[in-house]
């Protein structure tokens, strides 16, 4: 199975400061189309998990462009430019690459 | 608006089974592959169960294999988690989420393994 490595697995940051999460796979997850199965997801307290990023750094409609993913084959980072209240929760990066798909473990984004 | 609904919540026994449904609307069904996740309390996410859009393939996390069976009725918008011989580590909250980009993801459901 693939490893999701997720790095840091906590982070407080104040409002308007940057973040930076890393995820790292055990395997690259280019796929035999050509295309990075990597997602971003945020789950914020008591709500189901919602995506952020697609396909390494497309942009979900209506997530604001303070978010930013970037990566390629087994190295990847999830930015945020200027962390908003709204920004709290646990994210988590998923590959769609290989079966059994997985996720990473989490980060908890705290405000400082 | 895409939606999906899951239901069938509950405390089951041991050895026991049970089975989730997620209703969807919004968009065509039976153009999807759809995916079952779950979340154990206090922890992270794990993928357990993918379904083609026509049913032809089926994929299973390792955790579930022979005891779990995900299946579809593009009739009725409909995907289904039947769920056999239930262990306590199978007490989690079931989501279900659409398509190989987990772009739309439900409310989730809570299903307990107790005695």
């Known amino acids: 199975d693939v490893v999701m490595t997720q790095t840091p697995v906590s982070l407080s940051v104040a409002i308007g400061q940057p973040a930076s999460i890393s995820c790292k796979s055990s395997q690259s997850l280019v796929g035999t189309s050509g295309k990075t199965y990597l997602n971003w997801l945020l789950q914020r307290p008591g709500q189901s998990p919602k995506r952020l990023i697609y396909l390494v750094s497309k942009l979900d409609s209506g997530i604001p462009d303070r978010f930013s993913g970037s990566g390629s084959e087994t190295d990847f980072t999830l930015k945020i430019s200027r962390v908003e209240a709204d920004d709290l929760g646990v994210y988590y990066c998923l590959q769609g690459t290989h079966f059994p798909y997985t996720f990473g473990a989490g980060t908890k984004l705290e405000l400082k | 608006e895409v939606q999906l609904v899951e239901s069938g919540e509950g405390l089951v026994q041991p050895g026991s089974s049970m089975k989730l449904s997620c209703v969807a609307s919004g968009f065509t069904f039976s153009n999807y592959g759809m995916n079952w996740i779950r979340q154990a309390p206090k922890k992270g996410l794990e993928w357990i169960a993918l379904i083609y859009y026509d049913s032809s393939s089926k994929y299973y996390a390792d955790s579930v294999k022979g005891r779990f069976t995900i299946s579809r009725d593009n009739s009725k918008n409909t995907l289904y988690l039947e769920m056999n011989s239930l262990r306590s580590e199978d007490t989690a909250m079931y989501y279900c989420?659409?398509?190989?980009?987990?772009?739309?993801w439900g409310q989730g459901v809570m299903v307990t393994v107790s005695s």
């Open positions: 989420a659409r398509g190989g980009h987990f772009d739309y």
